[in-house]
């Protein structure tokens, strides 16, 4: 069965520190996303992507979050200088076309650790 | 603004019994609703969804959940859990103007012993 793969499972970083995290979509899906789940708290949208650019960014998703599809197969989230508060469980998901009437498959999750 | 409220952070039942966990949404239009489970260190899965039609769906591992619309409601149900149904439930709503973004409820933590 298809999955959506993200790496690495885990990630210690300082804080100040840029982190690249790693999703591979299910291939025929266009419809790319990013979720984060801090300790404790619900399931946070972060960004939606489609046909190479953002389509939607929540308020979570400052200057300092940016997403990438950098080869047609990954699509990476990055942020650019880590705070504590950034440490959480980040999940990508991907649809196939048509962003409604259609199930988000998620990946494992990156669990983030900002020190 | 759009909201996702389930009404239990932690269940705990024993095998057997029955499990109904509470979820309400606040938006007036049409709406995507879906379960999602998380079993301990795994990804989000899908138990079931509602887009359209019967108001009563049923999904995986002998899940059900009822729409009603009139209530802004999606409430999950199974007869008689297992203790393998130990897990985290999420509901969540996509609205259908909407780039596909899933709001999700703050979970409920479902604890079966055996």
């Known amino acids: 069965e298809p999955e959506v793969t993200q790496t690495p499972s885990h990630q210690v970083t300082q804080m100040g520190q840029e982190v690249i995290l790693r999703c591979v979509p299910i291939s025929n899906h266009l419809y790319f996303y990013w979720y984060r789940q801090i300790l404790g708290q619900k399931v946070e949208f972060l960004v939606s992507f489609y046909n190479n650019e953002i389509s939607e960014k929540s308020e979570i998703f400052d200057d300092q979050f940016s997403v990438e599809r950098p080869d047609g197969s990954n699509f990476t989230l990055k942020i650019r200088s880590t705070k504590l508060e950034d440490s959480a469980m980040y999940f990508c998901?991907?649809?196939?076309?048509?962003?409604?009437?259609?199930?988000?498959?998620f990946g494992q999750g990156t669990r983030l650790t900002v020190v | 603004a759009q909201s996702v409220s389930q009404h239990n952070h932690h269940v705990i039942l024993s095998e057997a019994a029955s499990l109904e966990l509470g979820c309400n949404y606040s938006?007036?239009?049409?709406?995507?609703l879906f379960w999602y489970v998380q079993y301990p260190g795994q990804h989000l899965q899908l138990l079931l969804k509602?887009?359209?039609?019967?108001?009563l769906v049923k999904g995986i591992k002998g899940f059900e959940a009822e729409f009603i619309k009139s209530k802004f409601s999606f409430n999950l149900r199974k007869p008689s859990v297992q203790w393998s149904d130990t897990a985290e439930y999420f509901c969540?709503?996509?609205?259908?103007?909407?780039?596909?973004?899933?709001?999700f409820g703050a979970g409920t933590q479902v604890v079966v012993t055996p």
């Open positions: 969540a709503v996509i609205i259908t103007d909407s780039w596909g973004k899933l709001q």
């Open positions: 938006y007036g239009g049409t709406v995507n």
């Open positions: 509602y887009f359209s039609g019967d108001p």
């Open positions: 998901a991907s649809t196939e076309e048509g962003a409604v009437n259609t199930e988000a498959f």
